[in-house]
C-alpha cells in the first residue's frame, strides 16, 4: 500500500505562485512514475502534469504549459508542482497519483493510488 501526503495548497492572488509537494510512502518511490490532476468545483478530475520515475519525460497539459513545472527528489519520496503565473481557473483540489508503472502518462487510468488533496484557490 502507498501513501500520498500533499501540501503546500492555499489562497494566492492572480499572477502569484505556489508549490505543492507530495510525500509518498509504502513502495519504492524511483520505480514510478508520478503524476498531478485537478478538480474544480462541478468538473470532472482532469490531468495537470507527470513525470516518470527518473525524473525525465515531464509533460503537461496545455492549460497549464509554460506556467508550471513538475519534478522529484527521489532520495526524499517527494514529487513537486512548482505553479506561477497563477490564474482563476487553476482553483481546484488538486491530487497527487502513483502511477502503475515507471513511465509518465496523462491517462488517470494508468495511476492506482492517489492522495487527498490539497486546495488551491486564485483570487482575481
Known amino acids: 500500500q502507498v501513501q500520498l501526503v500533499e501540501s503546500g495548497g492555499g489562497l494566492v492572488q492572480a499572477g502569484g505562485s505556489l508549490r505543492l509537494s507530495c510525500a509518498a510512502s509504502g513502495r519504492t518511490f524511483s520505480d514510478y512514475a508520478l503524476g498531478w490532476f485537478r478538480q474544480a468545483p462541478g468538473k470532472e478530475r482532469e490531468f495537470v502534469a507527470t513525470i516518470n520515475w527518473s525524473g525525465g519525460s515531464p509533460n503537461y497539459a496545455d492549460s497549464v504549459k509554460g506556467r508550471f513545472t513538475i519534478s522529484r527528489d527521489n532520495a526524499k519520496n517527494t514529487v513537486y508542482l512548482q505553479m506561477n503565473s497563477l490564474k482563476p481557473e487553476d482553483t481546484a483540489v488538486y491530487y497527487c497519483?502513483?502511477?502503475?508503472?515507471?513511465?509518465?502518462?496523462?491517462?488517470?487510468?494508468?495511476?492506482?493510488?492517489w492522495g487527498q488533496g490539497t486546495q488551491v484557490t486564485v483570487s482575481s
Open positions: 497519483a502513483w502511477g502503475r508503472g515507471a513511465w509518465a502518462s496523462g491517462n488517470s487510468a494508468e495511476y492506482v493510488y
